[in-house]
């Protein structure tokens, strides 16, 4: 990781980031698929200070200063495991998926309409890690980032950096390059026309061969350390204690319903100056 979630962005008058859209292949939305949204919307309510708002399609939007953050929706069985779900913007979402299927992924549900707000699709890659793509309408995506208990970043954890990069590259047109902040962890940014949008990196030996390739949302904190500790008072769960990383100081999270997440205190020089 590199710098804040990619967007595009407006500074207004008052000092805040106003976001007025997504470039093609960016990831612009994350949202919770969970078995008991009520229970998850009084987790991250306390979390980060949200607000929850009910949409006309039946999900719920969160929101940070009046502005959408992030959503949760109802698991469409009760048995499905919780997670967290990035959406990559598109302005064609059936060429999209044709090229998906094309570069040997899966579409696990094909373009629906959201109301009005825009279409989406669910897909995989041939790894298996799940990830969605948007194709807008009235709702472009999340309206604030850069800055504290807003979504951050994305990343794909994958077992084969090859096959993502080719599969990857065949439907986004993304290409791979080193991480710049990567300390110690050998990682990798996707970039697009000279764009940095996410982050890649290799699940190693010391991950149980039952964790399958995925997508991982990280947000933004004041103090990491202090959301730690935040998450366990809430029932939650830390799985990967607060450690220096080269973009600042991580820690990943699980809700009590178990979808994983990460959260970064960033670096000075990461942060967004208002």
Known sequence: MTRPWPCLVDRKGDGDLR?????????????????????????????????????????????????????????????????????????????????????????????????????????????????????????????????????CWSDLATRDMAAAVTFYGKVFGWADQPGSLAGELEYFEWAVQNRVVAGMFALGEEVPAGVPAHWRTTFEVDDCGEIARR????????????????????AQLLDPAGAAFGVIELIPQLRVTR
């Open 19 to 151: 976001i007025r859209g997504y470039a093609p292949a960016t990831p612009c939305w994350a949202e919770l698929m969970i078995p008991d949204p009520a229970a998850a919307i009084a987790f991250y309510s306390g979390l980060f200070g949200w607000e929850a708002h009910p949409t006309e399609v039946g999900s719920t939007v969160f929101t940070l200063g009046g502005a959408a953050a992030a959503g949760v929706v109802a698991a469409p069985a009760a048995d499905q495991p919780a997670g967290w779900l990035t959406y990559i913007s598109t302005e064609d979402i059936n060429a999209t998926v044709t090229a998906v299927s094309d570069a040997g992924g899966a579409v696990l549900r094909p373009p629906t309409a959201v109301g009005d707000r825009g279409q989406m699709a669910v897909c995989a890659d041939p790894e298996g890690a799940v990830f969605a793509v948007w194709q807008r309408g009235t709702f472009r995506g999340a309206q604030v980032a850069s800055e504290p208990n807003a979504v």
């Open 231 to 250: 998450c366990v008072e809430l029932g939650g769960q830390v799985a990967l204690a607060p450690m220096g990383v080269g973009a600042g100081t991580y």
